[in-house]
């Protein structure tokens, strides 16, 4: 069995810069998050790296017990401010995306997965740890912090710039094990969660130390060691799962087709119910569950890109 496991934070903030940056009109086009967050995943499903359409999203919980641990998490983005008119686009948005995660994605078969004090990353990286040992999973998610569940079970997928990473391209990329990747997000921290490294260490930095690449009078050596405490703190936040995450049960998607007809009446999809290639690649995306045992059971061999 292959798994498709989406981070549906992450699409979600991608498709709402899209459509602020495009002047959407949300109360003139609710439908248009609806549609674009569709359009989205059948993309994702029948993106050449997937190809398949066993899709589970998981999203954010809005309690966060990593910012229970340090107030600081994540405050960047808490204090951003923006004008009045973004604010309530956003407002609105948000609001539309409940809609989508917890009614409409559902009622076509998919399941939404979100766990009190947890984060979508938690959720995934503990489905990728107990994954059976027959199974595959792709990651769809532009965060690297998920580079931490590569395995030879496991790959991460951007779907935005396409870039596909396995477990022998980290490595050969990177040069230290995936192990170790904990520690140099540790080392170097991480400015999106303001998860503050040590000074002046970045990752490249904390992958020369691990590699005991750095010269014997660098300032960073010192630096480091002189940190052990914070990083020990810090590897906390970005360790995945977060401690105590919960087991995730998943069970095989089932598109409801039925559904999505009357989901395409009721938002007026007329891209949709039109004879021509989108409504093709839909009836494509419900067919691809016929192929998922010969996928699942097929070596897989990668071309990096």
């Not at 059948?42 to 997937?50: D, F, M, T, W, Y």
């Not at 017990?65 to 808490?78: D, G, I």
């Not at 170097?188 to 040590?198: I, K, L, R, T």
């Not at 891209?271 to 045992?293: C, N």
Request: hydrophobic fraction near 40%; include cysteine; proline fraction near 2%.
């Amino acid at each position: 069995m292959r798994w498709i496991l989406a981070d549906g934070n992450w699409l979600a903030h991608a498709l709402r810069y899209g459509l602020w940056q495009s002047g959407c009109n949300l109360d003139e086009n609710p439908e248009q998050v609806l549609f674009g967050y569709l359009e989205t995943l059948r993309r994702i499903c029948l993106a050449g790296r997937v190809r398949n359409n066993n899709l589970h999203v998981f999203v954010d919980s809005k309690r966060s017990l990593r910012r229970e641990l340090v107030e600081s998490y994540k405050s960047a983005r808490r204090s951003k401010t923006v004008e009045p008119n973004e604010a309530e686009f956003n407002t609105k948005f948000w609001a539309q995306m409940l809609q989508v995660w917890n009614v409409e994605l559902p009622r076509l078969g998919v399941s939404v997965y979100v766990e009190d004090g947890f984060e979508a990353d938690d959720l995934i990286a503990k489905v990728c740890k107990d994954l059976p040992r027959k199974d595959f999973a792709t990651i769809v998610s532009a965060d690297n912090d998920l580079f931490q569940c590569l395995s030879k079970q496991v790959d991460c997928y951007n779907s935005q710039t396409g870039k596909h990473m396995t477990l022998a391209r980290f490595e050969e990329e990177k040069g230290i094990s995936v192990s170790q990747w904990v520690k140099v997000k540790a080392i170097a921290g991480c400015p999106g969660d303001s998860v503050s490294g040590v000074r002046g260490v970045g990752e490249i930095t904390a992958i020369k130390w691990l590699r005991q690449e750095l010269p014997t009078k660098s300032v960073y050596i010192a630096r480091i060691a002189k940190a052990a405490d914070s990083i020990k703190q810090t590897m906390r936040l970005v360790q995945l799962p977060f401690e105590g995450t919960s087991d995730v049960t998943m069970t095989e998607t089932k598109w409801n087709q039925g559904a999505f007809r009357k989901m395409c009446v009721k938002y007026n999809f007329q891209e949709y119910m039109a004879a021509g290639m989108v409504q093709w690649a839909w009836a494509m995306l419900f067919r691809m569950t016929d192929l998922r045992d010969r996928q699942s059971v097929r070596k897989r061999r990668y071309v990096h890109i």
